[in-house]
Nanobody
Framework: QVQLVESGGGLVQAGGSLRLSCAAS????????MGWFRQAPGKERDFVAT????????YYADSVKGRFTISRDNAKNTVYLQMNSLKPEDTAVYYC?????????WGQGTQVTVSS
């Protein structure tokens, strides 16, 4: 059973930074695509960033490109999302996601609030 536990959310002023962590457990994650999604109140859950666990290749939504960085620590089974130059429109619940061969797993989410 895959478990994903997010941490690191909070309240920050516009222009500030936060780092989210996603601790993954339950199996070996080689071959998995790991990522972050976010959901603002009244909106759909949107893709933010993804990273290949095996190769480290990354991909970002245009809205966060140049401001957010996704990374992973294989030894710690943890995925990170470094968020810089935060904007009020980044306010959302951020979810960690793991995917392989059509199987999808989600964390419980962590709230990020950016004040103007």
């Amino acid at each position: 059973q895959v478990q994903l536990v997010e941490s690191g959310g909070g309240l920050v002023q516009a222009g500030g930074s936060l780092r989210l962590s996603c601790a993954a457990s339950g199996r070996t994650f080689s071959g998995y695509s790991m990522g972050w999604f976010r959901q603002a109140p009244g909106k759909e859950r949107d893709f933010v960033a993804t990273i290949s666990w095996s190769t480290g290749s990354t991909y970002y939504a245009d809205s966060v490109k140049g401001r957010f960085t996704i990374s992973r620590d294989n030894a710690k089974n943890t995925v990170y999302l470094q968020m810089n130059s935060l904007k009020p429109e980044d306010t959302a619940v951020y979810y960690c996601h793991a995917r392989k061969l059509g199987y999808n797993y989600w964390g419980q989410g962590t709230q990020v609030t950016v004040s103007s």
